[in-house]
């Protein structure tokens, strides 16, 4: 496994990490999610990512269980903060109430003293920016949080952040986390040349696209059962992937990914970290398997005939306004 810095700053993480959203405490039973976490430390995963929000707050306990015992120095531990853990007014955003209490109640679900990195899940335009700076740079000062990102933020919204942190002496955020795949490109028109003149690296989710680039949904047939996409909970986030067009197209990627010597599902990790300015492509994974067949595609380098026969392939089912939010 192969480890890139995040943005300007000294933190190191594993190209590939591991996420939980959808599966722990939710689709996937805790023996096979534990089985999940060890499987990705057995290959070499050093950075886990997981949200204060996912199943309802059970992912992270599930995650802090799986991590138990695992040397803390040894691995990078994400969570974020926004969406709503409860039903009153306080229970969610990015006001300072919400940020200090959602990250003591993440580090106790998580079984640790502090965070390698604390993100805003999406941005809040209710609360002034300074306000939710301020109270990163707090946690960052208390020890509980090493570092501050962002998820899913406009290329406005992250250089507003960069200048006000500047501004009032607060740590810059280093990271942004959004959607980012072979089908799904809204970053690179605007996201990435901003954060990169700030010096800050994409964290990106959802690489296989929720498992569409792996080619086992079909057009024209119902999806397999024991997928995501039948999942009663978590299954209506893939729905806007499963259109006849987009799984005709990745149907002819098959061969393309074969005559690499890639599965469709490695080929698909390995495009997103062609972008240097991707530090770490967050796989899933509903079993262990998955994980050992997506984590090839660390330092896979993917040559630039196969990269316009990709694109040619896709023209025209590729999403790349950045105006479309994931
Ligand atoms: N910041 C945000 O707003 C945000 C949003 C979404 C996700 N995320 C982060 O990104 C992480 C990854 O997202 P994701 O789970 O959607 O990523 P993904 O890697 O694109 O999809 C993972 C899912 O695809 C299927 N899959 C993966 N590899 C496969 C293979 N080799 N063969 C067959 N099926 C395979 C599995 O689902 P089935 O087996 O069930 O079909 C697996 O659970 C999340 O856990 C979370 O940490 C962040």
């Known amino acids: 496994m192969e480890h890139r810095r995040l943005g300007r700053s000294g933190l190191s993480v594993s190209e590939i990490s591991y996420g939980n959203w959808i599966t722990h405490g939710d689709q996937v039973e805790r023996d096979q999610a534990l089985a999940c976490v060890q499987a990705a430390l057995d290959e070499g995963i050093t950075t886990f990512d997981t949200a204060d929000v996912y199943a309802g707050t059970r992912a992270e306990t599930v995650l802090g269980e799986a991590l138990d015992g695992v040397r803390r120095e040894s691995y990078e531990l994400f969570t974020k903060v926004f969406w709503p853990t409860g039903p009153g007014p306080n229970d969610r955003g990015l006001g300072r109430k919400h940020i200090i209490e ?47 990102g962002v998820s899913e933020w406009s290329a406005a919204q992250i250089s507003d952040a960069v200048r006000t942190a500047d501004e009032l002496g ?5 990271s942004n986390q959004p959607q980012y795949s072979l089908l799904w490109r809204t970053i690179e028109a605007e996201v990435v040349p901003a954060s990169r003149a700030a ?6 989710w959802s690489p296989v696209a929720q498992g569409v680039l792996t080619g086992k949904y079909r057009p024209g047939q119902p999806p397999p059962v024991d997928t995501r996409a039948t999942s009663t909970t978590g299954g209506h986030f893939i729905q806007r992937l499963l259109g006849d067009d987009v799984l005709a197209r990745v149907q002819d990627l098959l061969p393309v990914a074969a005559d690499a010597g890639l599965s469709p599902a490695q080929l698909a990790v390995a495009w997103v970290l062609q972008n240097d ?50």
């Open 170 to 174: 607060f740590d810059r955020i280093i």
């Open 199 to 204: 010096g800050i690296s994409q964290i990106v």
């Open 277 to 326: 300015n991707v530090a770490s492509a967050i796989i899933g994974a509903s079993r262990p398997e998955q994980v050992h067949e997506n984590v090839r595609a660390s330092g896979v380098k993917l040559d630039p005939d196969l990269l316009a026969r990709i694109d040619s392939v896709l023209d025209g089912v590729v999403v790349t306004d950045p105006e479309i939010v994931g």
């Open 102 to 148: 959602s990250c003591h109640a993440s580090l106790r679900r998580l079984r640790t003293d502090y965070v390698d990195l604390y993100q805003a899940h999406r941005y809040d335009p209710t609360v002034p920016l300074e306000e939710t700076l301020r109270a990163f740079d707090d946690l960052v000062r208390a020890g509980k949080v090493l570092y501050v």
